[in-house]
């Protein structure tokens, strides 16, 4: 058939009229461009412009949905491209490409969509932004709370996605020369699939607790801190009858991670170190924990009265250390919920659930100060500045304490028994005291700080405590059951800094809580 259309172009005067009557046959997105004039040419793609600009391009896979404003990458219509079909029909290629160019128009017509270009550098970028955007780990489902406070909810899982951005530039690229803006198929090199899907929550239907401790702004480093664990805590999940250690999920506090030196205590004295205010953390989950109707295995109570909750209700932690643990006892998934408002100054765990107590049930702990510890000998500070002998306070001893936790629980808001749980002992802190003990006035500032330091040193040498804190090794399995007292025993005090917050220490913390029983 072509070597007899080839022949009939010879019939009708050769192969230059062909193609002058197959350039008539040319269509501009379906209109005919044979009467036009080329200032109506370009008037009609003027016309048809700001549409092209419009435009939008979505862009699917499995997991993967995004739209491009085509605006937003500099679209235009590709003019130069536009003339081109327009005008050169068998004038492009070698001549048996041009004859065929001819016969194909002759026979079939040839139509020029309204082609489209971007900005190459733009359409870069944002392909770029969308395979970093699926090309993170793997997300694992989690539970949340709607907009009407009540109602829990699963957010689906979201797997890693590796985009083949030179490809799908290409496809984008094709699709715009077309004129149309359909969807296109992604595609995708590899896929990372989450450990937990939307399926594995599926029961968690209730909001089982939640506590909120509160912080201020004294101490930034250790607010970032806060926020580091509380962010690698956030949608945890602890499926049924297993356990959950808050060193081993949170992981090390270190400066790689963003860790800061904040204050914390280690062998009775105050310390910067790494990650110091991590403790608040535990001890907020360990209060929603208790309220729960969980089991916790290992908790340990501070060196010092903590000041964010009551001192007894708190779970030091510290890596390679103490470790706050527990166990999910119920027969379903545990979600936590952390959130951290700075605004607010407030750091809230919820736990989310099938619930454990029957209707109306609610466990709380309640924790009285039962005596006293002697604090250590006072801290002497040579001062040569001061008179001979004399001596002047500069912070006042502050006793140790013991407390004693039972646990209560409340049927419809109504105190119904009360357990011992555990003791809980803290340790007091020594007098600071200024004194000259020379029997000479200092006459410069280096005398003075070299009598200091040696003071110093030697106080503190002799102030070492060897007082262990209490800590909780088991706890009821069955709240609201029979409860057996935990066993305690001794932390010593080589088993890492024992966090808390900054001097001076808050004697009545404000906490809140969901039901009766909160301090």
């Known amino acids: 058939a072509a070597v007899v259309l080839a022949l009939c172009v010879i019939g009708f005067g050769g192969f230059f009229a062909a193609q002058s009557k197959a350039e008539q046959m040319v269509t501009l997105n379906g209109q005919s461009i044979a009467d036009m004039t080329d200032d109506e040419i370009t008037n009609y793609l003027d016309l048809h412009e700001k549409e092209a600009e419009d435009r939008k391009l979505r862009l699917a896979a499995d997991g993967v949905d995004v739209t491009l404003d085509l605006d937003e990458l500099g679209a235009k219509l590709d003019r130069s491209y536009i003339d081109d ?92 020369h077309t004129g149309r803006t359909d969807t296109l198929d992604v595609p995708v090199d590899s896929r990372e699939g989450a ?16 506590y909120t401790t509160h912080f201020d702004d004294t101490n930034p480093d250790r607010n970032v801190n806060i926020r580091l664990a509380q962010k690698r805590l956030n949608h945890a999940v602890v499926m049924a009858q297993k356990d959950f250690s808050f060193n081993k999920y949170v992981g090390t506090r270190t400066p790689d991670k963003g860790y800061k030196q904040a204050p914390s205590y280690f062998e009775n004295k105050l310390e910067q170190s790494t990650g ?41 932690v510290s890596y390679g250390g103490p470790d706050f643990k527990f166990v999910n006892n119920s027969e379903y998934p545990l979600a936590i919920k952390a959130s951290f408002s700075a605004s ?46 004399q001596e002047v306070q500069t912070k006042a001893a502050t006793p140790g304490s013991r407390w004693s936790t039972d646990l209560v629980t409340y049927e419809n808001d109504k105190e119904v028994s009360r357990e011992f749980f555990h003791n809980s002992s803290y340790r007091g802190k020594a007098a600071q005291i200024k004194r000259n003990s020379s029997a000479t006035v200092a006459t410069n500032a280096t005398e003075a700080t070299a009598a200091a330091e040696s003071t110093a040193a030697e106080t503190n040498a002799a102030n070492e405590s060897t007082a262990a804190h209490e800590t909780t090794t088991a706890a009821p399995s069955s709240p609201g059951g029979e409860t057996k007292a935990p066993t305690t025993t001794a932390a010593e005090s080589n088993e890492g800094p024992q966090e808390t917050t900054p001097e001076p220490e808050e004697t009545n913390p404000v906490v809140e809580a969901n039901g009766p029983g909160s301090n």
């Open 85 to 176: 079909e327009l005008h050169l029909v068998g004038r492009r290629g070698l001549p048996w490409q041009r004859v065929a160019d001819v016969v194909t128009t002759l026979t079939q017509g040839k139509d020029v969509p309204l082609a489209i270009a971007v900005d190459d550098e733009k359409l870069d970028k944002a392909l770029a932004d969308v395979h970093d955007k699926y090309d993170k780990d793997p997300q694992n489902a989690y539970a949340y709370v709607k907009d009407d406070q009540k109602t829990v909810a699963i957010e689906d899982a979201k797997d890693r996605i590796v985009i083949n951005t030179d490809k799908l530039k290409n496809a984008v690229t094709a699709e715009l």
């Open 344 to 389: 607010d100054r407030k750091l809230t765990i919820a736990l989310y659930g099938v619930p454990i107590l029957k209707e109306g049930v609610k466990i709380r702990m309640s924790s009285e100060k039962t005596g006293e510890i002697d604090p250590p000998s006072a801290v002497y500070t040579e001062d040569g500045s001061l008179q001979p002998n």
């Open 195 to 210: 450990d937990i899907k939307a399926d594995d929550l599926k029961d968690i239907d209730t909001v089982l607790s939640y």
């Open 276 to 316: 110091g205010g991590v403790c608040q953390v535990s001890s907020t989950l360990y209060n929603a924990v208790v309220f729960a109707g969980l089991k916790s295995t290992e908790r340990h109570a501070h060196s010092y009265e903590p000041s964010y909750v009551t001192p007894g209700e708190d779970a030091a």
